[in-house]
């Protein structure tokens, strides 16, 4: 099985020319700026010890959405971005400061997957020795976003059944045991329908955006069985109505939102900053490091130390 490619840090001087972002960046233990609510108060969801569902037709603002959260991760120091990306296009101008980017390759999607696993374990038995439960801030532990636009192409789409059953039951073991882990999974859909989003997988994501959809069905199979018949129904939402959608927090009642839009201009010049922000607090380059060294003498978890 072939290893994903893993991204060439990009080691700049230059600064972009984004305003507004803060010099010393930002943490994925901090919330997370999605849009605005229909009182234009700030939609701020916190994201660390939690997953969040993406769904909605094509062109409905599941792109918007997506790209808030990866400017977010990119920007913070303290997080490793795995990116995976059947059509290369969407998530693919966030490549570049991505430490992993998983295109068309069903192989490689499974691989990436694995790597995941095996985080997870070393990180839950260095937490096992600590007598502890979850990742803090105060361990200096990189999370690792890894957000997968489309789970349709992987699981339904590209390669044999076999490996599409493999790449969904790894996606579950992700999402189920990762969020202690500093493991955060952010799942889109152009097809939400049970047999891409099944219920057992839906609930375990703790955040879920339901964007226009064409049916109430639809709009249930994201936010949760019963929703649309007590008013939130995604697929009410017109269509000029772009980026605007249902957010519904865990245990919680659906609130209407309407996403931040990014144009490629303004992602490429927060790719440049990233870009620049992470060299400048010494996250190294995960092409050049020998994994031998992975494990500190402390016996913190691999990959984990984040310069101060």
């Known amino acids: 099985m072939s290893e994903p490619k893993r991204s060439r840090r990009v080691k700049k001087n230059r600064r972009s020319t984004v305003d507004s972002v803060p010099v010393a960046g930002l943490s994925m233990f901090d919330r997370v700026f999605l849009g605005l609510d229909e009182d234009g108060h700030r939609v701020e969801p916190e994201l660390v010890y939690r997953n969040m569902l993406i769904g909605g037709e094509p062109g409905g603002g599941k ?166 018949k007590t008013g939130y129904d995604s697929s009410k939402i017109a269509p000029e109505d772009l980026g605007v959608g249902w957010l519904r927090a865990e245990g919680g009642v659906p609130v209407r939102i309407k996403s931040a839009l990014l144009t490629d201009e303004q992602i490429y010049e927060l790719v440049d900053y990233a870009a620049w922000l992470r060299t400048s607090h010494g996250l190294r380059d995960h092409d050049d490091h020998d994994e031998s060294q992975d494990c500190p003498a402390d016996g913190s978890p691999a990959g984990s130390v984040v310069a101060s």
């Open 63 to 228: 792109s918007v959405a997506l790209n808030n959260i990866v400017a977010h991760a990119a920007m913070a120091p303290d997080c490793r971005l795995w990116l995976f990306d059947g059509k290369q296009v969407e998530l693919g101008l966030w490549a570049e400061v991505a430490e992993v980017f998983v295109g068309n390759d069903i192989t490689e999607a499974l691989s990436a997957l694995q790597m995941l696993q095996r985080e997870m374990d070393d990180r839950y038995a260095w937490l096992r020795r600590q007598r502890r439960r979850k990742i803090v801030r105060s361990d200096r532990v990189e999370l690792i976003v890894a957000v997968v636009d489309e789970v349709a192409y992987y699981s339904a789409t590209v390669g044999k059944k076999q490996d599409q059953e493999e790449f969904s039951r790894l996606l579950r073991d992700v999402v189920a045991r990762g969020r202690a882990a500093g493991v955060i999974v952010i799942a889109a859909t152009q097809r939400p329908s049970v047999d891409i989003i099944p219920t057992s997988l839906r609930d375990l994501f703790g955040y879920r955006l339901a964007f226009r959809c064409t049916t109430e069905i639809s709009s249930d199979i994201i936010l949760g069985h019963g929703w649309a």
